[in-house]
């Protein structure tokens, strides 16, 4: 089954998001996906969207039975009556949503230094194609220079 892209307003987050690290990163984690989500996103040391994007399940390590993990696993789980944790669908959806707006908003980076990229190139080719003009004409202004030099010395030496 082919994958549905999906397009996500990528207007609602900063322009400098892509480099945001620790505490503003948490705050957009926070007012996006939620207070349990920035959690545990902060508690695994994922200090930026590069380090986010980079990790294959956030979650997985919910399953580790750690303190350090206590706080954050109250807010993103639901604890069963057999004491076992499952991950919130609202808060696994949330996650999701982030995860896939960051990297549309990265794409659309990317795409527009490609951009820039193949605009400087072109300005560079058509500097370099300008410059290789003005140095053919200047060739051709100094052969016609030398061409009247030697026609005046031609001149000067008939009139002596």
Known sequence: MPELKLHFDTSILPTDVLSLCDGPFYEIVQKIAGEGEAKLLQVQGIRSVYSFLNTEDVFEILSVPCNALKAAKELVCLEANDKTFMVKPGCRSSVRYLYQLLQQKREEHLKQITKQKKTKC??????DSDSLSISQDSR?????????TAALNFIFIYFE
């Open 140 to 148: 051709q202004d100094i052969s016609n220079l030398m061409r009247l």
């Open 122 to 127: 072109s300005y560079s080719q058509s500097t």
